[in-house]
């Protein structure tokens, strides 16, 4: 395995643009140091995330014990814990244009995303392209979180 670089990804950012370069023909290892921790409105986790449940007696969503009504609302990658890491990749012309014009395709990234966790995670690329990290949280709620997570790739081929 050869160390390809490391990445901070804020919980606060709908998507974390990495400096991670990844090639279509090269398989990738993603590790999460632990210890880590962000939040979502108060609740702490790490890139694992948390679950939450409908609980009818109270007629509200439950995360870590207590109601919380904003639960209602969507996961961006539904069948992943709230805040888990979710990795995708996706062209980027070149981070001048990026940063001038504001635009990347995230539609590109969020079709070919997958869940990392607390890792180790391995994945081949299915295309080239920059790696792009967010918590997982509804598009709407991310005012709230704070907090990030630190993540290594190396290549495994």
């Known amino acids: 395995m050869t160390f390809l670089g490391f990445a901070t990804v804020?919980?606060?950012?709908?998507?974390?643009?990495?400096?991670?370069?990844v090639t279509e023909t090269g398989c990738y290892?993603?590790?999460?140091?632990?210890?880590?921790?962000?939040n979502d409105g108060g609740v702490v986790s790490d890139a694992g995330g948390y679950a939450s449940?409908?609980?009818?007696?109270?007629?509200?969503?439950?995360?870590n014990g207590l109601c919380r009504p904003h639960l209602k609302k969507h996961r961006r990658y539904p069948?992943?814990?709230?805040?888990?890491?979710i990795c995708g990749i996706a062209f980027i012309p070149d981070y001048e244009y990026l940063f001038e014009h504001m635009y990347w395709?995230?539609?590109?990234?969020?079709?070919?995303?997958?869940?990392?966790?607390?890792?180790?995670?391995?994945?081949?690329?299915?295309?080239?392209?920059?790696?792009?990290?967010?918590a997982n949280d509804a598009y709407t709620m991310y005012w709230n979180n704070g907090g990030?997570?630190?993540l290594f790739v190396e290549t495994i081929s």
């Open 29 to 38: 290892r993603i590790t999460v140091p632990l210890s880590q921790f962000w």
């Open 105 to 134: 395709n995230t539609e590109e990234a969020a079709q070919n995303a997958f869940v990392v966790g607390n890792g180790p995670t391995s994945f081949c690329a299915k295309q080239s392209g920059s790696l792009m990290c967010y």
């Open 10 to 21: 804020f919980a606060a950012l709908t998507w974390t643009i990495t400096n991670i370069t």
């Open 79 to 85: 069948t992943a814990n709230w805040m888990a890491l």
């Open 148 to 150: 990030n997570i630190v």
């Open 53 to 63: 449940y409908w609980d009818s007696v109270s007629n509200c969503y439950v995360a």
